[in-house]
C-alpha cells in the first residue's frame, strides 16, 4: 500500500511512472501490430474476440512476470558461454559477446521467429500464389482461431519480457511498474481494433508493418547477443517511415478524388 500512495505522491515515483508509461506504450506497439496483422488472417467476426484475447494475455503475462521479478533477474545469468566476443567498445564493454544467459536465448528465439513470420508473410504478399500456408493470403478462412491465438502467445511471451526487464530496469517501486502496464495494455486495447482495421484497408501499409517486424526481430537477435541497439533509434526510424507513409495515402486519396 505504501509503494502505492508513492506512485500518486512521491515526484521522483511520478516522474518514473510516466517514463515507465510513454516506454510501455512505445514497446507495447510492436506487440500490437503482431497481433493486428495475424488476427487479419482470421474470418471477420473473429478478430475483434482474437485480438482481445490476445490482448487480455499480453497483460496476464505482464503481472505474472512481474510477480517474479526475482526469478526474472535470474534470467540473466549466464548458461551458455561460446567464448566468443567482440572488441572492447568506449566504455570497455565488449561490442557483442556469445555468453548467453536464458534472456538471452528468449531472445534470440523471439527474434528468429518473428524473422520467419515476417518473410512468410511478405513472401505471399508478393506472390499470393507462392503455395499454400497458414499465412497465405487465399487461406483466411482456413487458418484457425486456436493456431492465431497459440501463435500470439509466443509472441506475447517475448514482448512481455522484454517490457519487464525495461521496467525492472528504469524503477524498483513495484506499483509504479504494475500501473504502467496496466495503461499501456489499456492503450492497446482501445487502439487494436482501430489499427488492425487500417492495416486491413492499407495494403501499403502492411508491407511497411512487416518491415517493422523484420527490424524488431533483427534488434531482438542482436539484443540476445549484447549488441544494444539503442530503442530511440528504431522508433525514430518507424516513425518517420509511417509520416511518409501517411503523406503517400493522403496524396494518392487526393489523386483519386481528383480522378473521380
Avoid at 482481445?52 to 505474472?64: D, E, K, P, Q, S
Avoid at 489499456?186 to 487502439?191: E, L
Avoid at 486491413?200 to 537477435?221: C, D, Q, S, W, Y
Wanted: proline share 3%; net charge negative.
Amino acid at each position: 500500500m505504501d509503494s502505492l500512495i508513492a506512485a500518486f505522491t512521491d515526484p521522483t515515483a511520478i516522474a518514473a511512472l510516466i517514463a515507465l508509461v510513454v516506454m510501455e506504450v512505445v514497446l507495447g506497439i510492436d506487440n500490437l501490430v503482431f497481433i493486428s496483422i495475424l488476427t487479419n488472417k482470421l474470418p471477420e467476426a473473429q478478430r475483434p474476440r482474437a485480438r482481445r484475447i490476445g490482448i487480455g494475455l499480453a497483460l496476464g503475462m505482464r503481472l505474472v512476470l512481474l510477480s517474479m521479478i526475482a526469478w526474472l533477474v535470474g534470467l540473466t545469468q549466464t548458461v551458455i558461454d561460446l567464448g566468443i566476443s567482440g572488441p572492447l567498445d568506449q566504455h570497455g564493454a565488449p561490442t557483442f559477446e556469445t555468453a548467453l544467459s536464458w534472456r538471452d536465448l528468449i531472445l534470440i528465439a523471439g527474434g528468429l521467429f518473428l524473422i520467419w513470420k515476417a518473410t512468410k508473410e511478405i513472401h505471399h504478399n508478393v506472390d499470393p500464389a507462392g503455395g499454400d500456408d497458414v499465412l497465405d493470403s487465399k487461406s483466411v478462412v482456413t487458418m484457425s482461431f486456436g493456431s492465431a491465438i497459440v501463435q500470439i502467445i509466443l509472441l506475447d511471451m517475448i514482448f512481455s519480457l522484454d517490457s519487464i526487464l525495461t521496467a525492472v530496469g528504469m524503477t524498483d517501486n513495484l506499483a509504479v511498474m504494475v500501473i504502467a502496464v496496466i495503461v499501456a495494455v489499456t492503450v492497446m486495447m482501445i487502439a487494436a481494433d482501430p489499427l488492425a482495421n487500417f492495416i486491413a484497408r492499407n495494403p501499403t501499409v502492411v508491407m511497411l508493418a512487416l518491415g517493422f517486424l523484420l527490424m524488431i526481430g533483427a534488434v531482438l537477435i542482436a539484443d540476445g547477443f549484447g549488441v544494444h541497439v539503442p530503442k530511440g533509434y528504431i522508433y525514430a526510424a518507424m516513425a518517420f517511415s509511417t509520416l511518409v507513409e501517411v503523406l503517400n495515402i493522403f496524396a494518392r486519396k487526393a489523386k483519386a478524388r481528383k480522378g473521380g
